[in-house]
């Protein structure tokens, strides 16, 4: 049965990496993987999402509404804004971390409220920390591996080989710092 | 070996693998990373072209002179690249030759969704598509042996969930192909009317020799799961109409798509009841079909416009409709693209919009398209590459029909647009005495489509150090006067220099002189021009800040305006110390952090 992961977030967030780590871990567990992610336009400050669909044949790289098994979102407000490609018994995986769009920094309209609370009594919401606990590790950027830890303890891929795939895939001077920031993912869950 | 890849990245192994001597492009989505992955080889010779045409033109010349060659661009590019496309479909091939169209179904990231299978039939010129990232590099490595065997040109039509899409891909060995012998032959590659009328024979043989090759291609096939019912589909369609639609319905996969095969598809309809023609964008696959049978369902059905998404052919067949979690529209507002902090574009927009009412603004392709948005709202059109001049121009002698008017034209572009058609545009303008203002935001890079080098950067796609293109002397050179260099972020001076702009009757140019704030690579001399870039911060003194919000007028995302304490502060993370907001502040509550 073909499982589908959906990521989302802001442009600069680190959503392909995220991606690519987990799509690497699958096929070396043998499982057929398709990714999707959309470049461009979208990536000055924009929504962003990339797409991951795996079993023992894939064929859609892409994922429709209403059939995302997990929605891992590394932002408030774009778990709201796509919450309606998670199945209804799917699972949400949301960094607690706001982030302004140019319509609530200028002041036009408030950064809505109360998104976690509300999304979580409608589905199964794990929320995490991410932000607040990359700063700790010292580096922002890896909020998106401990989104990455904390998603496959969730979801029960941890057995994977995910050194193996952040040692492949990551600069060789970040890989210790990644290497942490997944260990402290899976501990969030 | 296995990897997982990009149909983009896959395209340029299988490239690889076929022994391809030279590549050249232009960056365009969704097609920018294939050249980018064909110059990490280096038994390539891969090059970025200033534009689509030169880029096609520098694969025709080496095609002719033995060599194994491919040009890539994304649809609308090969709109640049058709005039010598349509004639070197005529003289054919010495070494194999391959052009990837990057099509853009749903227009992610293009202005249109033109259906560049239309080339092949128009061109008359043997099409691919491949469904996935395995098919992107088998049958480009086929391609070239193909383009040989056939003297033609190869139109290999790719779309953006078949370029931006990963899969896992088996990897072969590069084939080392010597460089054909070049010999002089006249009648084969100067097409001069008399010649040209021979080789048009010559093309309809080849069409005929192609039409019997579509029936037995081995990319073309049928999956027969015992079904009266029956799709037919080709590129990415294909594999979305399996994820929807499964072993319920019988498959004819087309892959090899112009000429398309008679026969197969006629057989096809004859042994199933109804049969759904699967495809994005325009009908061609459908109105072949229709000629000959009348079970077939098609755009009557299906959307015109967009991708045919496993939801959309479940919803168009099925009538089945998928809901997830219900969602809440109070809980999230628009997130649209918007210029970097510390974008070079912000200053100098800031500055012209303060001249809205007096102004038109004739805009370009590039990241500056997104001052059409909030806050700035300055862009009156927007057509193609380089448009922005020579359309500039033309719509200022109408309004000069109506002085009372008083319009004045103002046409935007950034460099890598002005080396790509821009220059012909501005030589219309001063060959012509046209009196537009040009604004060429010169970043250094080709930005929107993820910081690829030009002519104007100082780098080639190797990251070698080559020679900047001197934009100042170019203008200079076809005639212009009237050309001056601004710091956009230094206010005063982009102030003044449009004013002196605006009250010239006569052409100008306005060059903006300030890299990318993602450019990421330097000679030493641009660190002491572009003196002590994005090495500083700037903050918001909370006692004297008055929460006007004039700053937010510069649509900086690293100023957050706090509506409960009604003042605004910088996020430290994100600003990189352009100084505009700082000038902006009429209370002088922005400063420097450590000054």
Partial sequence: MTKSIKLVGVGGQGTILATTLLSAALVEAGFDVKMSEIHGMSQRGGSVSSEIRYGQKVYSPVIMKGNADVLVSFEQMEAARTIDYLKKDGVLIVNNHKINSMVTLN?????????????????????????????????????????????????????????KAIRENVKEKFIELNLQAFELGKKQV | MKKILTGNQAVARGAYEAGVHFASAYPGTPSTEILENLGTYKEIVAEWAPNEKVALESVIGASIAGGRSIASM?????????????????????????????????????????????????????????????????????????????????????????????????LGERIEVPIKKYE???????????????????VEDRLNRLKEYTETSKWNYSVDNKSKVGVIASGMSYEYAWEALGETVDYLKLGFTYPLPRILIDDFCKEHDTVYIIEENDPIIEEFARLNNKNIIGKDLFPYTGEMTPDVIKRCI???????????????????????????????FYELGKKRKKIVVSGDIGCYSLAVGEPYNLMDWLICMGASFSSGHGAQRIFDMNPEENRRIVSIMGDSTFFHTGINSLLNTVYNGGKTINVILDN???????????????????????????????????????????????????????????????????ITDWPCVLKKRYQPEDFEKYNQMWQTKDYVDQDLCVGCKACLRCGCPSLVFDPEKKKVSIDENTCVGCDVCLQICPYDAIKKVGE
């Fill in chain 2, 444 to 510: 250094r890079i080709t930005g929107m489509t993820g910081q690829q080098d030009n002519p104007g950067s100082g780098y080639n796609i190797q990251g070698n150090n080559t020679v900047i293109g001197d934009i100042e002397g170019i203008c200079k050179a076809i005639g212009i006067k009237n050309v001056r260099r601004v710091n956009p972020n230094e206010l005063d001076k982009v102030k003044e220099v449009i004013n002196w702009a605006m009250e010239l009757d006569d052409i100008s140019v306005i």
């Fill in chain 1, 107 to 163: 002041g036009k309209v408030q950064y809505p409220e109360n998104i976690i609370n509300t999304l979580s009594e409608k589905v199964k919401t794990y929320k995490i920390d991410a932000t607040d606990l990359a700063i700790e590790l010292g580096n922002s950027k890896v909020m998106n591996v401990i989104m990455l830890g904390a998603v496959v303890k969730a979801i029960g891929l941890d057995h994977l080989n995910f050194e």
């Fill in chain 2, 318 to 348: 099925l009538s089945e409709n998928i809901e997830g979690v219900e969602s809440n529209t109070e809980l999230f507002v628009g997130r649209p693209p918007t210029f970097c902090s510390g974008c070079p574009h912000r200053g100098f």
């Fill in chain 2, 184 to 202: 002089k032959d006249f009648d084969k590659y100067v097409s001069v009317p008399a010649i040209g009328r021979k080789l048009r024979h010559k």
């Fill in chain 2, 74 to 170: 994304k649809h609308v590019g090969v709109n640049v690249a058709a005039d010598p496309l349509f004639t070197f479909a005529y003289t054919g091939v010495n070494g194999g030759s391959v052009l990837i169209t990057a099509d853009e179904p749903g227009m992610h990231s293009s202005q249109n969704e033109q259906d560049n299978r239309n080339y092949a039939k128009f061109a008359k010129i043997p099409m691919f598509e491949p469904s996935n990232s395995q098919e992107s590099l088998d049958m480009v490595k086929y391609a070239f042996d193909f383009s040989e065997k056939f003297d033609s040109i190869v139109l290999f039509r790719m779309t953006t969930r078949v370029c931006h899409s990963k899969g896992s891909v088996t």
